[in-house]
């Protein structure tokens, strides 16, 4: 998949099928959306492509603090690639892509720099300034521009909209099995090993600290129950999310005791998947009695994830 941030680097002279959207997250309806595109573009030979920011649009249009995605960046570099995506375009959202009204993104950007002959979006789908473009202006565009316009549904579970700011709703109250059942994979987080306080292997059970970006949702705070990806292995994990209170700190922390696993992980990079969060984080009287609690947690994970994953030996 080729990943292109500046339109000199795009052969207008190629048709393609260019689907659009903000993807945050590449849920199961993005998914629908990514294979509808491919399903498309095969017949036609286009080259498949997905059109979508670099940066978050709301703090542009509205001059507030950055959003935090479900799926950063990298992540969604890799998802639409194991998709089977020709072309990724991470285009910039600036005040003047801001008020380019709908004809002229259509004509700017579809048309001239893209060469599209099959867009592809949302039911929902809006766009140009103050997002008054619509799915059937995009159509009355394609006829005058000369390209189509396919539209997929909404993909709904239990009558429940499949969307981005669902999926965000359920990480924030540390529902992450709803999450997982919207995103049709384990919502994951990845980042590096960093140092902690020094304190865990001393209590028993070191932990993994990694470094939380600003940008990326973190479920709420609490106890999970976690499968931990290292260098392609995988390892069941108890994770914490939270300020160790006991410990009167006040950074947000994620860490990670990773069930029988021994071994040096400063700087190196984990994958975190979240399956279950088992419980609130506590201020315990003293360590001992967190050592206790972590002992219960862990078999109580370990006996979560054995009847409830098949990705375990
Ligand atoms: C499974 C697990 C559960 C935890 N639960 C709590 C908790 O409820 N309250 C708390 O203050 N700290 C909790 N902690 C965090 C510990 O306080 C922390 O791991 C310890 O202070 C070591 O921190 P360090 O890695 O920065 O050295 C938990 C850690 C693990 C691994
Ligand atoms: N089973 C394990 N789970 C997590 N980390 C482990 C494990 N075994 C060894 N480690 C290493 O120990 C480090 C954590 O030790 P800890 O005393 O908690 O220090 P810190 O406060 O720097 O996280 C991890 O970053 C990792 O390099």
């Given at each position: 998949?080729?990943?292109?941030?500046?339109?000199?680097?795009?052969?207008?002279?190629?048709?393609?099928?260019v689907a659009l959207?903000?993807?945050?997250?590449?849920?199961?309806?993005?998914?629908?959306?990514?294979?509808?595109?491919?399903?498309?573009?095969?017949?036609?030979?286009?080259?498949?492509?997905?059109?979508?920011?670099?940066?978050?649009?709301?703090?542009?249009?509205?001059?507030?603090?950055?959003?935090?995605?479900?799926?950063?960046?990298?992540?969604?570099?890799?998802?639409?690639?194991?998709?089977?995506?020709?072309?990724?375009?991470?285009?910039?959202?600036?005040?003047?892509?801001?008020?380019?009204?709908?004809?002229?993104?259509?004509?700017?950007?579809?048309?001239?720099?893209?060469?599209?002959?099959?867009?592809?979006?949302?039911?929902?789908y809006r766009f140009?300034?103050?997002?008054?473009?619509?799915?059937?202006?995009?159509?009355?565009?394609?006829?005058?521009?000369?390209?189509?316009?396919?539209?997929?549904?909404?993909?709904?579970?239990?009558?429940?909209?499949?969307?981005?700011?669902?999926?965000?709703?359920?990480?924030?109250?540390?529902?992450?099995?709803?999450?997982?059942?919207?995103?049709?994979?384990?919502?994951?987080?990845?980042?590096?090993?960093?140092?902690?306080?020094?304190?865990?292997?001393?209590?028993?059970?070191?932990?993994?600290?990694?470094?939380?970006?600003?940008?990326?949702?973190?479920?709420?705070?609490?106890?999970?129950?976690?499968?931990?990806?290292?260098?392609?292995?995988?390892?069941?994990?108890?994770?914490?999310?939270?300020?160790?209170?006991?410990?009167?700190?006040?950074?947000?922390?994620?860490?990670?005791?990773?069930?029988?696993?021994?071994?040096?992980?400063?700087?190196?990079?984990?994958?975190?998947?979240?399956?279950?969060r088992i419980r609130?984080?506590?201020?315990?009287?003293?360590?001992?009695?967190?050592?206790?609690?972590?002992?219960?947690?862990?078999?109580?994970?370990?006996?979560?994830?054995?009847?409830?994953?098949?990705?375990?030996?």
């Open positions: 998949m080729k990943v292109i941030e500046e339109y000199q680097q795009i052969d207008s002279n190629r048709e393609r099928s959207g903000n993807f945050d997250g590449i849920h199961i309806g993005h998914q629908k959306l990514i294979e509808h595109l491919l399903d498309k573009s095969e017949p036609e030979k286009l080259e498949s492509c997905v059109y979508t920011f670099i940066n978050h649009t709301i703090p542009v249009i509205a001059d507030q603090q950055p959003i935090q995605y479900i799926t950063n960046l990298n992540s969604r570099k890799e998802i639409f690639q194991g998709l089977g995506v020709d072309m990724l375009f991470l285009d910039s959202f600036d005040k003047e892509m801001m008020t380019l009204t709908p004809e002229a993104f259509v004509e700017k950007i579809l048309v001239k720099v893209l060469n599209c002959k099959i867009a592809v979006v949302g039911f929902d140009g300034y103050k997002a008054q473009g619509d799915v059937e202006l995009l159509k009355k565009l394609g006829e005058k521009y000369g390209f189509q316009v396919s539209v997929v549904d909404a993909v709904t579970i239990n009558e429940e909209k499949v969307s981005s700011s669902n999926i965000k709703k359920y990480l924030k109250n540390g529902d992450v099995e709803k999450a997982n059942a919207f995103l049709g994979r384990f919502f994951s987080i990845r980042n590096k090993v960093i140092h902690g306080d020094a304190r865990g292997k001393k209590l028993g059970y070191p932990t993994a600290n990694i470094d939380v970006d600003p940008l990326q949702l973190t479920p709420k705070e609490g106890v999970y129950a976690t499968l931990i990806n290292i260098n392609n292995n995988t390892y069941m994990g108890a994770t914490f999310i939270g300020t160790k209170p006991t410990f009167k700190s006040e950074k947000i922390a994620i860490e990670t005791f990773i069930i029988d696993y021994e071994g040096d992980l400063y700087h190196q990079f984990i994958d975190i998947s979240f399956i279950k609130e984080e506590i201020i315990f009287k003293s360590p001992n009695e967190l050592i206790k609690q972590i002992n219960e947690d862990i078999k109580h994970i370990k006996t979560y994830l054995h009847s409830n994953t098949n990705v375990l030996k």
